[in-house]
């Protein structure tokens, strides 16, 4: 069922997205990633399953991460929010992101963006997180393509590039 939301009751919201102070009018009931992808042209998040259980629309929000279908555009006046595409320009995932191109670690790349977000967040917590507890963090994103086995791979490389580089 499409929702047509010209007749749909607006709402006046203030937040930064990627650094970026935005003012809008968004419908009330449009989810957060409809709006950061169709308003605001940031296609990098996915919506996969509208329920929450997939994680291909992960975003961060006031610093956590979270899923962008299960949040009104409404909700993010006065958050923080950042999309794949500001963490990517912030240079905080390029460990990730090589670690995940040398291990093979995306395919078709619908489920990468929420898999650099999530690893990012976990990486951030837990200095060295172990192969059980990446996959245990990871298990909200579903990937259809890799089989997990690489992307916990690529985690792991990344946690012990991020160990080197912090001399732990």
Not at 3 to 14: L, S
């Given at each position: 069922?499409t ?12 937040t ?29 998040s ?64 619908f ?26 963090e ?9 089989g ?10 990344a ?8 001399g732990?």
């Open positions: 069922m929702v047509d939301f010209a007749q749909e009751a607006r709402v006046r919201i203030e930064r997205v990627n650094g970026r102070t935005i003012r809008a009018e968004v419908p009330a009931r449009l989810s957060l990633v409809e709006w950061l992808r169709d308003e605001l042209g940031l296609t990098g996915h919506v996969g399953c509208e329920h929450g259980v997939c994680g291909a629309c992960t975003i961060v929000v006031d610093g956590s991460c979270l899923r962008g279908c299960l949040m009104f555009a409404a909700q993010a006046d006065g958050c923080d929010v950042e999309t794949i595409e500001g963490a990517v320009a912030s240079g905080r995932l390029a460990a990730l992101q090589e670690a995940f191109y040398r291990h093979a670690a995306l395919q078709c790349g489920c990468t963006s929420g898999m650099l977000l999530t690893a990012a967040e976990l990486l951030a917590r837990e200095r060295n997180p172990g192969r059980q507890r990446i996959r245990e990871l298990s909200g994103n579903y990937c259809r393509c890799t997990y086995q690489s992307i916990v791979d690529a985690v792991e490389v946690a012990r590039a991020q160990q080197e580089e912090n732990s």
